[in-house]
């Protein structure tokens, strides 16, 4: 695959349920982002990582996310207890290095809504 | 004040037409600077990066770049209606370890 690919690409769950959201960055990229963005939104920052570190976790919304990458490749973020405000379309994406001339390349996305 | 500002638009040109989009950052130490297009229901897609002051041409697409004054521009020339989406800025460096993006621009491009 050439891409950045995401999974599920569509998740529909109810208020209080954890959800899992994987991103699977294009391979040979170190750095992984992950953002949100929600309806008629702009992107907002939540966390990235350099390798299998995240030197940045301040973008976060609340403790009921978190985010990890293991094998410097594929990352999961977690949000726990789902709340409503939570439904937005979570982009994910990678770049070659973290510098900053790296350019950025999108995945799909997944649209998470809560009930 | 948001770190990076865009007009929200939406912007309206006729087809052929040069079509302007403006952004403004306020991390002056802000060093490398991103035009993203998104269509409607899809993700981001890269378009341009300019990272020096000055013009950078790539086709139909100039991104133009002033440090000084904290302004970063796309042009699009002969301008189609598959142009129409929403054009993202996004900035990086300074105290911006990751990217920060404006709200975006939607753009039509009329036939």
């Known amino acids: 695959g050439a891409g950045v690919s995401q999974s599920p690409s569509n998740k529909v769950t109810e208020k209080g349920k954890d959800v899992e959201l994987r991103c699977d960055p294009i391979?040979?990229?170190?750095?992984l982002y992950w953002y949100r963005q929600s309806l008629g939104q702009g992107l907002e920052f939540l966390i990235y990582f350099q390798g299998n570190s995240a030197p940045d976790k301040s973008g976060l919304p609340s403790d009921r996310f978190s985010a990890e990458r293991t094998g410097g490749s594929v990352s999961t973020l977690t949000i726990q207890r789902t709340q409503q405000e939570d439904s937005a379309v979570y982009l994910c994406?990678?770049?070659?290095?973290?510098?900053?001339?790296?350019?950025?390349?999108f995945g799909p996305g997944t649209r998470l809504t809560v009930l | 004040q948001k770190e990076v500002e865009q007009n929200s638009g939406p912007l309206s040109v006729p087809e052929g037409a040069i079509a302007s989009l403006n952004c403004t950052y306020s991390?002056?130490?802000?060093?490398?600077f991103f035009w993203y297009r998104q269509y409607s229901g899809k993700s981001p897609e890269l378009i341009m990066s300019?990272?020096?002051?000055g013009d950078k041409e790539d086709g139909r697409f100039t991104a133009q770049l002033n440090k000084a004054s904290q302004y970063v521009s796309l042009l699009i020339r002969d301008s189609q209606p598959s142009d129409s989406a929403t054009y993202l800025c996004?900035?990086?460096?300074?105290?911006?370890?990751?990217?920060?993006f404006g709200a975006g621009t939607r753009l039509t491009v009329k036939p």
């Open positions: 996004a900035v990086k460096g300074g105290r911006l370890v990751d990217m920060r």
């Open positions: 300019i990272y020096s002051n």
């Open positions: 991390d002056r130490v802000s060093q490398s």
């Open positions: 994406a990678s770049s070659l290095l973290a510098g900053l001339q790296s350019e950025q390349f």
């Open positions: 391979s040979g990229h170190t750095a």
